[in-house]
């Protein structure tokens, strides 16, 4: 099930350049690896690369959208057990390839530095 959720109002149209789709993935509270929601979310002007709602919101109010995650069960593909994950950090907004090119982040060459 795909489920999304618009921050600020109705699902805007998809051929609208400045918006941008993420999904939703949450580090397991019964495996520690990541796992999508199966939830999407559209928005202007979010993060251009894997971030958590509380970096994104940091100093501003959580669109209640975002804040209900918190609520939100997923199941363990290696557990199979179920869970939630209230830790805000722990909760990320990752852009979908539909990512308009520009809004993409450039690459940074690795730097290999030996103690």
């Known amino acids: 099930m795909q489920l999304k959720l618009a921050i600020?109002?109705?699902?805007?149209?998809?051929?609208?350049?400045?918006?941008?789709?993420?999904?939703?993935?949450?580090?397991?509270?019964?495996?520690?690896?990541?796992?999508?929601?199966?939830?999407?979310?559209?928005?202007?002007?979010?993060?251009?690369?894997k971030q958590s709602i509380?970096?994104?919101?940091?100093?501003?109010?959580?669109?209640?959208?975002?804040?209900?995650?918190?609520?939100?069960s997923i199941s363990c593909p290696k557990t199979g057990r179920q869970s939630t994950q209230k830790n805000h950090h722990q909760i990320f907004l990752v852009p979908t390839t539909n990512d308009s090119p520009k809004r993409r982040?450039?690459?940074i060459a690795a730097t290999s530095i030996k103690f």
């Open 54 to 72: 509380r970096d994104v919101y940091d100093g501003k109010s959580l669109p209640k959208s975002l804040a209900n995650l918190t609520n939100t």
């Open 8 to 49: 600020g109002g109705a699902v805007p149209s998809t051929t609208d350049n400045s918006l941008t789709q993420y999904s939703i993935v949450v580090t397991c509270n019964k495996c520690a690896g990541l796992h999508e929601m199966g939830i999407s979310v559209t928005m202007e002007d979010g993060p251009t690369y």
């Open 105 to 107: 982040p450039k690459s």
